[in-house]
């Protein structure tokens, strides 16, 4: 996931993310969330929480209420509850949208959907073609109605792919797949798995270079998430800000307890583990890098998680190194992809300032000196 491609949050609207189950009716293989239960958001907690929020929200501000899980449909009707409740008291400034794996969304969900949409929305996850979809995702590729997405969002629709080293030899062939069906991949790493067998990194690199070719001669399809990060910023040394939105969210638990972002909560790290979480300085979260990472050439882009670190190593400051390698082949990909692109085109075709070429000038020397490609 890129920083433009993420939940919009701008100035003229806040959003809060609502776990309203911990249940779900897949097994991803990749599955952060090591406590799912059949824990549920009840309609009287979700309405103290966006009472609450629009009770302190600015005026011409919207409110974006983001339904969360586990598989948030499997509480359909705690999102239905609250959609009337608030439709019945003519408050119209809010907006909702949840992440779905999209399996559920058949029948009168469906019909529901179709009659609120776009007020109400989701997020689609879909990892690929048939093949990979199945293996990541417990066999779900038929349970999904494709269709019905492709008629809600036209050509205008995203998908959200997460990637496993399993299935990595395909991930090419998968972004290819979900562009046939007008829709744009969003793709990130997944977290808590190992990225360190030197085949499944140069198998990464190779998939890139691949989908490099492919936008090269089909210019006119947005290149997936993987190849649009704006690598300029890496021009400067200290330009740090949040990829995620830790700084810019409250998620809140089945029970309404706030948290910073969704990995604090029990259902990710457990109960004993989410009681400790100290209170974060969202303001200064640089101050929560490893050293390591403090003093890294590519912290301004690279995809810091907190709530992984603390996961995986108890503290937010002691990095989870794993994902490191797979930012630095991405960084190379992308150097490559833009050296490319100006061969091909001419930088004076890019569309670019005098600035951003500059910019993007020194941020390939930068990748160029210090990633070694054959290293990885």
Not at 23 to 38: A, P, R, V
Not at 59 to 68: A, P, Q
Not at 336 to 355: A, D, H, P, T, W
Request: aromatic residues 12%; negative net charge; charged residues 25%.
């Amino acid at each position: 996931m890129t920083r433009n491609d993420k939940i919009n949050y701008n100035t003229k609207s806040k959003t809060i993310l609502l776990t309203i189950t911990e249940s779900c009716n897949l097994g991803c293989i990749y599955c952060y969330q090591d406590y799912k239960c059949n824990k549920a958001m009840d309609f009287e907690t979700a309405i103290r929480i966006i009472d609450s929020e629009l009770a302190s929200l600015p005026e011409g501000i919207t409110l974006n209420v983001s339904y969360i899980g586990g598989e948030p449909f499997i509480n359909f009707d705690l999102m239905k509850q609250v959609y009337e409740c608030y439709e019945s008291l003519e408050i119209n400034n809010i907006k909702y949208t949840c992440s779905s794996n999209g399996t559920l969304i058949h029948g009168e969900i469906k019909e529901w959907i179709r009659e609120h949409f776009p007020k109400f929305s989701y997020d689609l996850s879909l990892d690929g073609t048939k093949e990979v979809q199945d293996y990541n995702r417990t066999n779900s590729f038929d349970q999904i109605d494709l269709d019905f997405y492709l008629e809600l969002y036209k050509d205008k629709g995203f998908v959200k792919m997460t990637l496993h080293p399993d299935t990595i030899s395909h991930l090419a062939e998968s972004v290819k797949f979900i562009h046939s069906l007008n829709l744009h991949p969003i793709a990130n790493c997944a977290y808590g798995v190992s990225w360190t067998d030197p085949k499944v990194i140069e198998t990464y690199k190779e998939q890139l270079l691949e989908l490099i070719e492919f936008y090269l001669d089909n210019p006119d399809i947005k290149p997936c998430s993987l190849l649009a990060e704006n690598i300029n910023i890496l021009a400067y040394d200290t330009n740090y800000k949040p990829w995620c939105g830790i700084d810019k969210m409250t998620v809140f638990d089945t029970a309404g307890k706030g948290f910073p972002c969704h990995f604090f909560q029990d259902v990710t790290i457990g109960k004993e583990l989410a009681d400790k979480v100290p209170k974060i300085n969202v303001s200064r979260l640089i101050d929560y890098m490893d050293p390591v990472c403090k003093t890294c050439k590519f912290i301004n882009l690279c995809p810091t998680c907190f709530g992984s670190n603390y996961k995986a190593t108890g503290s937010f400051c002691k990095r989870d190194m794993n994902v490191c390698i797979t930012v630095k082949v991405q960084l190379y990909a992308i150097a490559i992809f833009q050296l490319k692109r100006i061969e091909k085109y001419g930088i004076s075709n890019l569309n670019l300032s005098e600035v951003e070429q500059r910019e993007l000038y020194e941020a390939i020397c930068k990748i160029n000196q210090y990633i070694d490609p054959d290293n990885l």
